[in-house]
Nanobody
């Protein structure tokens, strides 16, 4: 199995930036698609990734983050990143890294502990 570990969250003011990281143990990630899933306060984790990147480097974003978030990866190093710019209060939540072999992405492995992002003035 592939176990992701997320980091890089924090508390920022609106308009600020954060860079989330996802590092994985287990088998190589080169054949996995990777996505970032948000769980807003008091809500369930969203089923659709706010940002996803395929094994071929194809990226997809929800309309709410398009133009502000950028997903990248290094499959050999089992690492993925989410650059978050121009953050808004509605971006607040716990962000999880999910991996899967389907595209559009449907994570089929274990979840990490997530990393908390708070956007507030």
């Amino acid at each position: 199995q592939v176990q992701p570990v997320e980091s890089g969250g924090g508390s920022v003011q609106p308009g600020g930036s954060l860079r989330l990281s996802c590092v994985g143990s287990g088998r190589t990630w080169t054949t996995y698609n990777i996505g970032w899933f948000r769980q807003a306060p008091g809500r369930e984790r969203e089923d659709v990734a706010v940002a996803a990147i395929s094994e071929y480097g194809i990226t997809e974003y929800t309309d709410s983050v398009k133009g502000r978030f950028t997903a990248t990866r290094d499959g050999i190093k089992n690492t993925a990143w989410l650059q978050m710019n121009n953050l808004k209060p509605e971006d607040t939540g716990v962000y999880y890294c999910g991996l899967g072999t389907d595209w559009p992405l449907r994570p089929d492995g274990p979840w990490g502990q997530g990393t908390q992002v708070i956007v507030s003035s």
